[in-house]
């Protein structure tokens, strides 16, 4: 079974690399650091949705090596014209009737960028899109809440909570807080004395429960469950979850950075997202225009029976 997929563009030369880096930058990808290897340079990209398509082309063109479907093409041409990069092909779909534009960029170095979108327009806006909060970990705090109980296995976990935060491009060490707690009962406990500071954007809970003979396990996992939710909702601070709840160790090594992936690196990508999402929702323009404001009096609805 596929856990993930990893998509990568590979440029002509060097040089091709630093501008199609920030060529992307300028177009809104959120970046990690560049790793340098010895046989290559790589720059991981982070972007706050990602669909993958397969494409089979009935009338073939000239091949790219990245093709990107964008937001806002009207705007992506401007980001290329002040960067100075050539446009080698475009469409006649520049005209502001046509729905869709799409040009190609060729680097110096002899990479070929496609880029093709829908303009960004209240009519071009398909209708599932929602408000969504990015990857960006940038001017945010986080608090991590981890258990001691099975270190062997939150230890891996804390590890992966933390490059994910890194890669979301977190600043500092200063800007997330690590606290740790006997075992994942007291993590809710915890977690809403951290969320109560109102110092954190968002909360990211780690640990481990792996089930034995009795019912103990069924009993925590219920709790902790329901504390770390409330919490979150009486707080209104969002909580990540990354408890693991196995019913054996190789389950629990398997979700800890192997086959399974890393859950508290998941919990890191979801507790920046949501702290992102609230910015978002608080930003948005209300669609209500002259809403009527029906004024009680003495307590009383204003509204007749039948109608409340």
Known sequence: MIKYVNLTAQVRDKEDFALLTKLLVALGLKHAEVEDYPQL???PFLPSGLTLEVVYRKKPYKHADLELVISDPDSAVEIVKKMGLQIV???SRSESTQVLRDFRVELPGGTNIFLVGFRATASTEPDHAGIEGNLSAGGKSFGIVVSRFNSFITERLLAGAIDGLVRCGIASRKDYDIVRVPGAFEIPSA???LAKTRKY??????GCLLRGETAHYDVIVNEVTRGIGQSAQETGVSHAFGVLTCDTLEQAIDRAGLKM???GFEAALAAVEMANLKKAVA?????VVGKAKIKSRGGRSPLPKSKR
């Open 41 to 43: 340079i790589l720059q």
């Open 89 to 91: 092909e475009h469409q």
């Open 191 to 193: 977690a809403r004395t």
């Open 201 to 206: 954007d968002s909360i990211i809970c780690l």
């Open 261 to 263: 992936g890393n859950k």
């Open 283 to 287: 930003g948005r323009p209300s669609s």
